[in-house]
């Protein structure tokens, strides 16, 4: 059976109050044409999980000028000035998280662990309020797993099944937010049949991906 | 004395000279990136993009440039040949396990045991960490990268005084006076710019400097 759907089913898929895993590095890998429709749609309230919140006209960036954003948990905000005044304000709750920090908490989320332990944040404000495990005399902070209801995700090509491939540095969250979302939509540039992708090259298995859409310009 | 743009480039062309041959290194946005412009020929080294890859090339032609290759600061640039892509948990992976052997960042405040500061300034600026916290963590060697100053204000303090982006992680401060380790005694002078004496660089430094026996001059 075709994972492929209509750019509107996949909108539809998107609730009020939901969290969304969006992949992308300052939009490079982004799925522009999902955002554009959920732009267009208005869907709000929604926490966001991306790497960073791009820029005020770009990417992950326009959704939040658009103010869809109740949360945001990102590892920068400083390429998007709207993320920093909405913070400021007080409109939107931003929740900074080491970039190696947070792709393992996405990893955890998707791959059935309770968490990682690393050294990065201790002695920081990433630390507050966090448990930390010493592991043979070596104190770590314990990062819990991220999971989201949808996943917004990019990819070169996709075959019926869901296996995608990727070109230059498009991979970025991509690889492993389908896996810690209820549902995970990719956006591709490209659709092509089961057996036309070499299973030698593929990079992320179908198995993570529940829907394809036709778009990935930038 | 030299403007911006020449304490900047002075700064990068020495901070180049702590690269060994087949060294992978990560450079921090802004300075650090300008490093890349003066590694010595005779040095191989391999530069990581923590979006994603190793053997980060210089910027493009404007019509050669690929939107799917920029570096983590979104600027278009090129792979060299014999560069690899991979995602951010192996990006991350990398970093945080010890296998950059030296990163090159920025900073706000550095303090005398190596603690750094580099990532915001409360109630002003608040960008993120992005990957700084993970590099300062896990790359083998620190580099701080920096003018000396916060035009006058300190900046090499006692303790630092914005929130931390890591503890006790800077190895080495290069700046346009001189070139300090950070040691278990404090901050020691190994080189000095001869622009400066060194009564200037002690004002400009707001912590003990501990002048090395072997002070050398700077380049």
């Given amino acids: 059976m075709s994972k492929l759907i209509s750019i509107e089913e996949a909108v539809n898929l998107v609730r009020d109050g939901d969290t969304v895993m969006v992949g992308g590095f300052l939009a490079v890998g982004s799925p522009h044409r999902l955002i554009e429709e959920l732009i267009k749609k208005g869907v709000k309230d929604l926490t966001l999980i991306c790497n960073d919140t791009s820029f005020v006209d770009h990417g992950v960036g326009k959704m939040v000028a658009a103010k869809m954003f109740k949360k945001i948990m990102t590892s920068h905000i400083g390429t998007n000035r709207e993320t920093g005044r909405q913070m400021m304000a007080g409109e939107t709750e931003v929740e900074l998280i080491p970039q190696g920090t947070l792709i393992e908490q996405v990893r955890a989320g998707g791959f059935g662990l309770g968490g990682v332990l690393t050294k990065t944040g201790l002695g920081t404000e990433v630390a507050k309020g966090k448990q930390t495990v010493e592991v043979d005399g070596e104190t770590y902070l314990l990062e819990k797993p991220l999971r989201a209801n949808v996943a917004l995700l990019f990819a070169e090509k996709a075959d019926e099944k869901g296996n995608l491939t990727y070109r230059g540095a498009t991979r970025n969250f991509n690889t492993y937010m389908g896996a810690a979302a209820d549902i995970a939509i990719v956006e591709t540039q490209e659709i092509v049949k089961v057996g036309d992708i070499c299973p030698n090259e593929v990079v992320v298995p179908g198995v993570f991906v529940d829907h394809i859409v036709l778009g990935g310009s930038r | ?219």
Avoid: W
């Fill in chain 2, 1 to 219: 004395m030299m403007d911006k743009q020449k304490i900047q480039e002075f700064i990068a062309k020495r901070v180049a000279l702590e690269l060994r041959d087949g060294d992978l290194v990560n450079l921090g946005i802004g300075l650090p990136t300008l490093v890349a412009n003066f590694v010595p020929e005779d040095r191989n080294i391999h530069f990581q993009s923590e979006n994603g890859f190793i053997g980060l090339g210089p910027s493009p032609h404007e019509d050669a440039i690929d939107p799917h290759i920029v570096n983590a600061g979104g600027m278009p640039v090129t792979i060299n040949p014999g560069g690899s892509f991979f995602d951010s948990a192996m990006s991350f992976g990398i970093i945080r396990g010890g296998h950059v052997n030296t990163t090159v960042l920025g900073a706000l405040q550095v303090a005398e045991n190596g603690d750094i500061a580099n990532y915001m300034i409360p109630g002003k600026l608040v960008p993120g960490m992005g990957g700084a916290m993970d590099l300062l963590n896990g790359a083998k060697k620190v580099i701080v990268a920096m003018e000396h100053t916060n035009k006058g204000a300190h900046k090499l303090l006692k303790e630092c005084t914005l929130p931390l982006t890591a503890m006790k992680a800077v190895d080495l401060i290069i700046t346009e006076m001189g070139v300090i380790e950070v040691t278990p005694e404090g901050f020691v002078l190994i080189e000095q710019n001869p622009e400066y004496s060194i009564d200037e660089i002690k004002a400009a430094t707001g912590a003990n400097l501990i002048i090395s026996d072997a002070l050398k001059l700077m380049m």
